[in-house]
């Protein structure tokens, strides 16, 4: 799996919660950056996929580490009206 800049631990949170964190840190990176969300939550797997679509970042995908899912988000054109 690829490496990353930044890491966001979400290990023990529930929907919506991993997305929202994903959401502020992305808000004041650099596009391109490379997050890595660490997450539990098996609707994590829909949701934050979903959420890039959304919000214009790339979805690199996932890797399981034990319990622990850790997502990879490369950081998107932020949008004039953000």
């Given at each position: 799996?690829?490496?990353?800049?930044?890491?966001?631990?979400?290990?023990?949170?529930?929907?919506?919660?991993?997305?929202?964190?994903a959401r502020?840190?992305l808000?004041?990176?650099?596009?391109?950056t490379?997050?890595?969300?660490?997450?539990?939550?098996a609707?994590?797997?829909?949701?934050l996929p979903?959420?890039?679509?959304q919000a214009?970042?790339?979805?690199?995908g996932?890797?399981?580490e034990?319990?622990?899912?850790?997502?990879?988000?490369?950081?998107?054109e932020?949008?004039p009206?953000?």
């Amino acid at each position: 799996m690829a490496a990353w800049d930044i890491e966001i631990d979400c290990e023990g949170l529930l929907c919506p919660l991993p997305v929202l964190r994903a959401r502020k840190r992305l808000i004041a990176l650099a596009t391109g950056t490379v997050v890595c969300v660490r997450a539990t939550d098996a609707m994590a797997l829909v949701d934050l996929p979903h959420f890039c679509t959304q919000a214009g970042h790339d979805y690199l995908g996932s890797e399981t580490e034990g319990a622990v899912t850790l997502h990879l988000i490369r950081k998107g054109e932020t949008p004039p009206s953000q």
